[in-house]
């Protein structure tokens, strides 16, 4: 009887995925009604129709333009409805400093304050201002060289994404393209996408817990964040990823409804963490020498959805042997042991106190909070054009 029913299931299931190959085949042969295909370039900044590569006769006479120190340019401009669909730079600095100063934001629907506001590097997981190779669902960067980016943004009454260099030297060369569709009408249950970016930068108390996305008011889906993390030197060898994700839903207060169980379990892998890109999850930097890592986790197979209110947060949580902790403990470094974790038993020390000095210790690996230097991009849909975030933190103390 079990065997009928697996065959069963591997039968239905099998059926489910032939008939998603099939609507997914058939999106690029259908034709949508009141669709209008426009890119933004340099080349046609307007994207107005028959208007493309005007300068030079036609010959590559607009591929490029500078940015100069302090100027802002507005890269598209829409007014009617319409889903930008991909967008790509490319630049020739792309130093951690100019990754950083560079600010990039996006407006829907004529409204004054940006759904984005955002570091450009970071927006396009160049976590720490390290661009790597990788390809993901959402970003892909082909050869180290290029942004991309592959969110679906719909808009009803227009859209406005401008980058601006606050940075004090010029940016010579900046190449792009925004590729969207024209709307008759807006999609009737179309969400906005926003983006935030927040760092701790080693402030903070310990066992407070850093925010990956602070709480946001309304209606959503919350689509995945990246992460990068400057390790604290002060702590030595020991391990910083011991820290859960925790995610609270329309109205949790002390306590999440999704509570992962640890940094490197949240991004799909485990013991540690190195280098990996996938469609969903991976980490893009794990250097153990400059102690800085940088990790992406796109919520899309697994979707977060909230009706009223959602953040989302990471625990300053690291790890080591008793030894590294009372090397801390000496030099005055900011810890707060959390539990214990030995061969054949586990302490809950903040449940059961143990002092590090007592005989009575467990032996085994030490998980204690502590306060590094986080930093996050979080990605999420909203059912309006802007959010109540605060704007983003000066260039100072995002390059510091």
Known sequence: ??????????????????????????????????????VSSFENIKGEKGAGGKTNQGAKGNAFESLKAGESKTLLSVHSAGVIQRMWFTIND????????????????????????????????????????????????PEGRSFNCYIPMPFKKGAKVVLTNESSSNLDLLFFDIDYNILDKPQDDM??????????????????????????????????????????????ASWWGEGEVKMYIDGDKRYPTING?????????????????????????????????????FHIPDAIYFEDNFKATIQQIGGGTKEEVI?????????????????????????????????????????????????ATAYFYLDKPADKLKELAPVGERVK
């Open 191 to 236: 969400l906005y996408f926003h983006a935030c970016w927040n760092r701790s930068n080693n402030n903070g108390e310990i066992g407070h817990d850093f925010e990956l996305l602070p709480q946001i008011k309304g209606r959503g889906r919350f689509l995945g964040v990246n992460v990068g993390i400057n390790v604290n030197p002060g702590y030595g």
């Open 327 to 375: 090397s801390m403990q000496a030099h005055g470094i900011p810890y707060k042991m959390v539990t214990v974790s030995g061969e054949h038993d586990f302490t809950r020390l903040l449940d059961h106190p143990v002092a590090l000095n007592d005989a009575n210790f467990p032996k085994g690996w030490v998980n204690f909070y502590r306060l590094d230097d986080y930093c």
């Open 261 to 297: 169980t640890g940094s490197e379990d949240y991004i799909g892998t485990g013991w540690g963490e190195g280098t990996f890109a996938q469609q969903y999850q991976g980490c893009l930097v794990a250097d153990t020498a400059k102690k800085q890592y940088a990790f992406y986790r």
């Open 1 to 38: 009887m079990k065997v009928i029913k697996s065959i069963t299931s591997l039968l239905l299931l099998s059926a489910l995925l032939f008939v998603a190959s099939r609507l997914s085949a058939q999106e690029l042969y259908t034709m949508p009604k009141g669709v209008q295909s426009r």
């Open 94 to 141: 792309r130093s951690y400093a100019m990754l950083r100063s560079l600010r990039l934001r996006m407006y829907w629907d004529g409204e004054d304050k940006p759904a984005v506001d955002v570091p450009f590097g970071d927006f396009f997981c160049a976590g720490l201002g390290h661009v790597v190779a990788f390809q993901s669902a959402l970003f892909a960067d």
